[in-house]
């Protein structure tokens, strides 16, 4: 069977009188890195939540794996293999990386009704927790708190704890905001490092770090996709030029 | 982050602990049979207040309604009391099962809300548990009720005489405090501390933060219930005013004297609540004008309570 | 209390001092609880006044004997009140426990008074329970069971021939022990009741509930609202025009604490309005002349029925101390001692049922301006003659 | 029906919506600008009661009183402001309630060290304490006046709210306070001023109650729950909101404390309806708080443009 991962079916989203999301339909193949690309305030924050369940679609269709998922809440659509990381660093602040990354572990293995037996002697739990900071090299700052890590690397943990849930889809929303260059080096390092294992959906502004992870691509326009193909054949679309990259590049 | 502090305020802690242990014994020799029983009735309080730091402190719901579990534990022995039952295992079950039964309809509503809203409900439920006891006019109404005999148990569990009293609530609030201590550590624990610092993140992560977070709040209630109907126990009566809305406003008190969301935070806060209560109207009926002045200083000068002054004597050791 | 400088003392002497406790009773050592802070307080500082009177007038002595005052103020809690008098028992090992404005807060302590064997006095809560199935060997009262005032009231209502009313009362216990009471002997019609609320946020505007009794059209308004609330529902009463219109009948509403208040405030509708107790100003003893004539002198205030009852109280204990010739241990003398009530009253003689309440007159008493411009009350008439409660027969004593 | 009664009985409801208004709104407004919990908001309450009661014993001016009154809980509130609310702004919720109860305990204990234990009562000129006759309708004069004061108030705030610079402010900052912040204004000042005008509100509301019930200590712990109840049920930092809720309440509670024993008379004895009626009068509020959060967390009334 050759089934999309991920298929959305004319996804629509109002808020108020103001549309967000216009009839969009997009899919993303197993394996695949595919980069949604698109001016500030096309609507790719919201589309990323109304994918991970944050926020409800007016209207639409979202199937996962061959399974119409819409109607799930946030938590179920994160067990069923879709890991979102988080445009603003959403990371728990007041604790240590590694135990951010085991509480992703730990959600996607679904055992937390356990009162008793310490996390902290888990061991199978921190192996698997460490094997993700590694992943993301982060494996020497383990025991720092999240809150005084730079912010290059909560943006690195971010995407360890989206590994760490053993995701068949990763949902990565400007994994490089605010980073600078040498941070994003490292970043884009990292995710090649993932590709061809994981399906990813990468939203991102940098360009170049697009160009050189993505497969395919999308370009989002006020909330709908006005094309998508491969990279090369989307850097020579004049529409998508004049649509966004025009006036990025202008 | 590091629950139990090692170094300085471990040391403290464990004296402590120890202090409590032999304090029958103590108080015994000096012949101030008094200071145990406001001993008793601070342990009790710090059991309660040790449930609503779970809660407040480690799940980040700031209730205030938390005295009405004390309320129904005391009522769980008063009212089978008043028709003569005393078996002291059906105190227990009963109250167990009333304020596990409370917690989980209650909370089921009270945990839709967040931040403000969620503290003026959990006080609407507790208002309202308030005037359904004092319109029981058949158990005493606003007068109260008089419990003639402590809960009966066993011999070697029996809480007749004031020190087996007092081994008791002790035994309980060692209880609590281990338990609470495993909780935290544990799968459960790492959740619900999560949620407090960042629910939007737990459910990406998977987790339907509403359910922990609700079991989380019955067990405090139960925990809470128990320490009610240790309360009833101890001072052999019940009214409606112990579950006044200013009660629970005590509590959180307790706890955030102490330190909220530490795991000795709630008990060394309660120590002080009622050494203060004690001491001060001693001195001066105004005894409220020093009391309200410390907890403005305390707000505005002594961040993260008397925990938080010990913990930085353990870093200036770390330090030095 | 001094608990650091005491335990730590303690601890150094402990060895020392063991055995050695025990202490020459030479004096008489007095436990008072009642309410010091909290806006109830005004009574209990009423009653300080009356009880430190009382020490004065009996010179500090009861025989051979000092006496020992310890005063604790109960919040208003039942729980602190409960802890106070363990304080008072464990701690100062008090001879007598003696005080308790409120029922809930007597209820709750009188376990830890008589459990330990000590005599417990209350100088104004007689909750039914205590006059009745609660009763206790060691328990005296020098007020009144909750049901005697208004049972006298309605006994007065029912002889003037007043043929309806409208009663009002708080919703709690002692509020309904009022109503129960007036309902039992007044033989009209009472043609509406309202329980309001109560408790630390307590209603103070009854706005609606005066609205009620004047569409209701009853020949009087009965109603029972102690403390604060009596003057606020004065005024009520006042502003919504019912003075003249519906007479109003009042128990432990307007009393000395009040009355001052109430013509600071202008509101003359108070004078001439009817109420019933054991006890007033103008009652002419020789004990209560000194009595009052004392509180006036010392403090410019008439004192309330609370401080007559807690100077009461004192005398009691003293008779009883003098009777036994100072043995403070022996008990069974004591007790007989006190449930004679051979001592000066100032309500006069009266005797002791076997529940140990007071078995005495109740008056009709009117609001009125004394010679000075100073407004009291003045007994009318003796409504209840040696009137016993009605639950001393479920008191197995 | 006695329509009479029923009339009287909702111009009581109005009142007592009226006081609560004036306690809600400035609570609902340091609520939703300054997103600051203040328990100790009854205190105002109080402390204006006091002082007004204090002016009018030694100058016989029931006007002298109310004047004196705003002022000094004008300053007060200022003080309070100035020293201790704007240092807690950025902190949780949780040290608003400490600090506010804190302050609840001093401000109580102060004025039983100035005016003792006792509760004050406020001499009424002649002129209010009588009746006004509306046909077969008689209403006390000075409920009247409590009832045209509060509507005086609510207009003069609408006013102010709606057409001025200040409240063009004050709407910007419940709804949405870092574009208030991006405006330029002082914020220090607007936060002084509103936290200010909210307290000599509550004072008012002490000093209308408390020639009826007297002034008292603690008397503002008593109501300032409901007031709450009253922000909650109508939104939290909307004006509009606090005015329709705090009527629904009173009216609610007032009829409710009239009318409850008849309506379950109809479905139980009478001695359990006698006892049931106002334990669950007293609940009503809260009951309703509850359905609201429930089902519309945000309140009835939602300020304008928030989210």
Not at chain 1, 100 to 123: C, E, I, K, P, T
Not at chain 3, 206 to 229: N, R, T
Request: a negative charge; one cysteine or more; hydrophobic letters at 50%.
């Amino acid at each position: 069977m050759n089934q999309p991962l991920l298929e959305v079916t004319d996804l629509n989203k109002n808020f108020g009188g103001i549309i967000a999301t216009n009839r969009l339909y997009l899919s993303v193949e197993q394996g695949q890195v595919h980069a949604v690309i698109g001016p500030n305030g096309a609507g790719k924050t919201t589309l990323i939540s109304q994918l991970s369940g944050q926020l409800k679609p007016t209207s639409g269709r979202i199937d996962f794996e061959g399974r119409n998922i819409t109607g799930f809440s946030t938590a179920r659509r994160a067990r069923a293999g879709l890991a979102r990381s988080f445009q603003i660093t959403s990371v728990i602040m007041p604790m240590t990386l590694l135990e951010n990354v085991m509480l992703a572990v730990q959600g996607s293995d679904g055992h937390s009704f356990r009162f008793w037996s310490s996390v902290q002697r888990d061991s199978a739990m921190i192996d698997a927790a460490m094997k993700s900071l590694v992943e993301v090299g982060l494996d020497d700052r383990a025991d720092r708190i999240a809150a005084q890590v730079s912010h290059g690397e909560r943006r690195q943990l971010e995407v360890a704890m989206a590994l760490a849930m053993g995701p068949k889809l990763l949902l990565l929303d400007e994994p490089m905001a605010g980073m600078g260059s040498e941070e994003t080096a490292r970043m884009v390092e990292i995710l090649s490092g993932l590709k061809g294992d994981k399906a990813i959906l990468l939203i991102e502004h940098d360009m170049d770090a697009v160009f050189s992870l993505a497969d395919s691509l999308s370009v989002l326009v006020n909330g709908h996709i006005i094309a998508t193909d491969t990279v090369e054949k989307i850097r020579n679309n004049s529409d998508v030029q004049r649509a966004y990259l025009g006036e990025e590049h202008a | 982050m590091r629950i139990l502090p090692k170094t300085v305020s471990a040391g403290v802690y464990t004296g402590f602990l120890a202090l409590l242990a032999i304090a029958p014994w103590i108080f015994s020799v000096i012949d101030e049979p008094f200071y145990l029983d406001l001993l008793s009735r601070g342990l009790i309080l710090a059991i309660a207040a040790l449930s609503l730091n779970l809660i407040l402190g480690y799940g980040g719901m700031v209730s205030l309604g938390h005295a009405a579990y004390l309320g129904i534990g005391a009522y769980c022995v008063g009212i089978p009391a008043y028709y003569d039952f005393y078996n002291g295992w059906l105190h227990l079950g009963l109250t167990v099962l009333v304020s596990g039964l409370f917690a989980l309809v209650t909370g089921a509503i009270c945990l839709r809300t967040k931040g403000v809203y969620f503290i003026m409900i959990t006080l609407a439920f507790s208002q309202m548990v308030y005037f359904t006891f004092v319109s029981l006019e058949e158990y005493g109404g606003d007068d109260g009720l008089v419990i003639y005999l402590r809960s009966e148990f066993p011999t070697w569990l029996s809480m007749e005489s004031p020190v087996a009293l007092y081994y008791w609530i002790f035994t309980v609030l060692l209880i609590t405090l281990f338990f609470i201590h495993r909780l935290v550590h544990a799968r459960f624990g790492r959740v619900i501390v999560g949620s407090r610092f960042n629910e939007d993140r737990m459910q990406s992560l998977g987790y339907s933060t509403y359910r922990y977070r609700l079991t989380c709040y019955v067990i405090s209630g139960v925990i809470c219930g128990i320490a009610g109907m240790l309360l009833g126990n101890f001072t052999s009566f019940i009214s409606p005013e112990m579950m006044g809305w200013t009660r629970s406003g005590e509590l959180i008190f307790m706890v955030v004297i102490g330190g909220a969301g530490t795991l000795f935070g709630p008990l060394v806060g309660t120590a002080a609540f009622v050494f203060l209560e004690e001491f001060l109207s001693y001195i001066t009926i105004y005894w409220h004008l020093i009391f309200g002045l410390m907890l403005i200083a305390l707000v505005l000068f002594g961040k993260g309570g008397i925990h938080g002054w010990l913990s930085a004597f353990d870093r200036k050791e770390k330090r030095g | 209390m001094k608990i650091i400088p005491k335990l730590v003392g303690s601890a150094l002497l402990a060895t020392a001092m063991a055995g050695a406790g025990a202490a020459q009773a030479d004096s008489v050592k007095i436990g008072f609880v009642t309410t010091l802070t909290t806006p109830a307080g005004v009574i209990g500082a009423d009653i300080q006044d009356a009880v430190n009177l009382a020490l004065e007038h009996i010179d500090n002595k009861m025989g051979d004997l000092d006496v020992e005052l310890i005063m604790e103020d109960d919040g208003f809690k039942p729980d602190i009140g409960k802890q106070k008098t363990d304080k008072l028992v464990k701690q100062d090992d008090v001879d007598f426990v003696v005080g308790y404005i409120w029922s809930h807060v007597l209820l709750a302590s009188m376990k830890s008074a008589l459990d330990a064997g000590k005599f417990l006095i209350s100088a104004n809560a007689g909750p039914s329970k205590i006059a009745g199935t609660l009763c206790h060997e060691n328990f005296f009262s020098t007020s009144w069971q909750n049901d005697q005032t208004p049972m006298a009231m309605g006994e007065y209502l029912s002889q003037q021939g007043v043929k309806s009313l409208y009663i009002m009362a708080p919703n709690y216990a002692a509020g309904k022990d009022m109503v129960a009471g007036v309902e039992k002997t007044f033989k009209g019609d009472v043609l509406g009741k309202d329980f309001t609320k109560w408790g630390a946020d307590a209603q103070l505007d009854f706005s609606a509930e005066l609205a009620k009794a004047k569409a209701s059209g009853a020949e009087g308004i009965f109603v029972f609202y102690p403390g604060k609330a009596g003057g606020a529902f004065i005024k009520q009463y006042q502003q919504a025009g019912l003075q003249g219109v519906m007479p109003l009948y009042t128990v432990f509403t307007v009393d000395a604490i009040a009355l001052p208040k109430l013509q600071a405030g202008g509101l003359e509708g108070v004078l001439g309005s009817k109420m019933t107790q054991f006890w007033s100003p103008d009652l002419d003893t020789v004990a209560n002349k000194k009595f009052v004539d004392g509180f006036l002198a010392k403090y410019d205030r008439y004192p309330s029925f609370y401080a007559a009852q807690a100077y009461d109280s004192i005398m009691l204990i003293k008779s009883a101390v003098e009777a036994v010739g100072g043995n403070l241990d022996d008990m069974d003398g004591l007790r007989a001692a006190m449930k004679a009530a051979n001592y000066d009253s100032v309500r006069g003689k009266y005797t002791y049922g076997n529940n140990h309440m007071p078995i005495q007159n109740f008056y009709l008493r009117e609001v009125v301006e004394d010679d000075q411009g100073r407004w009291t009350t003045k007994i009318v008439s003796t409504v209840l003659e040696n009137h016993q409660d009605s639950y001393a027969a479920e008191c197995a004593l | 029906m006695d329509w009479n009664l029923l009339i009287t009985q909702v111009l009581n409801g109005l009142q007592l919506g009226l006081l609560l208004f004036l306690l809600a709104s400035g609570l609902t407004l340091i609520f939703g600008i300054m997103d600051f919990i203040n328990l100790s908001h009854g205190s105002f309450y109080m402390i204006g009661a006091y002082f007004c009661g204090t002016v009018v014993s030694m100058s016989g001016s029931l006007l002298a009183g109310i004047v004196v009154g705003l002022v000094c809980t004008f300053a007060i509130g200022a003080a309070v402001e100035w020293f201790i609310a704007r240092r807690l702004y950025r902190s949780d919720h949780l040290d608003h309630v400490l600090v506010t109860f804190g302050l609840i305990l001093v401000f109580d204990t102060l004025v039983h060290m100035i005016w003792g234990a006792a509760g004050m009562a406020i001499r009424l000129p002649d002129v209010l304490n009588g009746q006004v006759s509306l046909g077969t309708l008689v209403l006390p004069t000075y409920r009247l006046v409590i009832i045209t004061s509060g509507l005086l108030v609510a207009a003069i705030l609408y006013i102010m709210v709606s057409k001025t610079r200040l409240g063009m402010l004050i709407r910007a900052g419940a709804s949405n306070r870092t574009m208030v912040e991006a405006l330029g204004v002082n914020i220090n000042k607007l936060f002084l001023i509103v936290f200010a005008i909210g307290a000599t509100m509550s004072g008012f509301a002490g000093m209308l109650i408390a020639p009826i019930t007297e002034a008292s200590i603690g008397m503002g712990n008593e109501i300032i729950i409901i007031a709450f109840v009253v922000v909650i049920v109508g939104g939290i930092g909307s004006i509009k909101g606090a005015f329709y809720a705090a009527l629904i309440i009173g009216l609610m509670d007032t009829l409710g404390r009239s009318y409850l024993d008849d309506v379950l008379e109809l479905s139980m004895p009478t001695q359990y309806a006698e006892t049931a009626a106002p334990a669950l009068s007293a609940m009503l509020v809260y009951i309703l708080m509850a359905v609201v959060l429930a089902f519309r967390p945000q309140g009835l009334f939602p300020p304008a443009g928030s989210k």
